[in-house]
């Protein structure tokens, strides 16, 4: 079993920044596509940020130009830059596989997740 660990998150003032890793404990990092996915209350978890084994990045309307993913794969790291955080942004953030065509994961294997709090 893949092991996903993130952390960073925290608590934000609005207009704030924070920086998210994910760390996942599997030799094959680099061949896949990763993404961001948060889960706010009462909602849906939802993938905000993708990024492919070749560098590519995609993002969902709701954070583009704001959140900024990258990866180190000598790491098996993701990372997931946010800045100009709104108390819209406040959720627990997870990483996992990601895929562009759906815009998701079948995978069901998840982490912790590290919890945002956008709020004054």
């Known amino acids: 079993q893949v092991q996903l660990v993130e952390s960073g998150g925290g608590l934000v003032q609005p207009g704030g920044s924070l920086r998210l890793s994910c760390v996942a404990s599997r030799s094959d990092f680099s061949i896949y596509t990763m993404g961001w996915y948060r889960q706010a209350p009462g909602k849906q978890r939802e993938l905000v940020a993708a990024?492919?084994?070749?560098?590519?990045?995609n993002y969902a309307d709701s954070v583009k130009g704001r959140f900024t993913i990258s990866r180190d794969n000598a790491k098996n790291t993701v990372y997931l830059q946010m800045n100009n955080l709104t108390p819209e942004d406040t959720a627990v953030y997870y990483c996992?596989?990601?895929?562009?065509?759906?815009?998701?994961?079948?995978?069901?294997?998840w982490g912790q997740g590290t919890q945002v709090t956008v709020s004054s």
């Open positions: 990024i492919t084994s070749g560098g590519n990045t």
């Open positions: 996992n596989v990601a895929s562009l065509r759906t815009w998701g994961t079948s995978s069901n294997n």
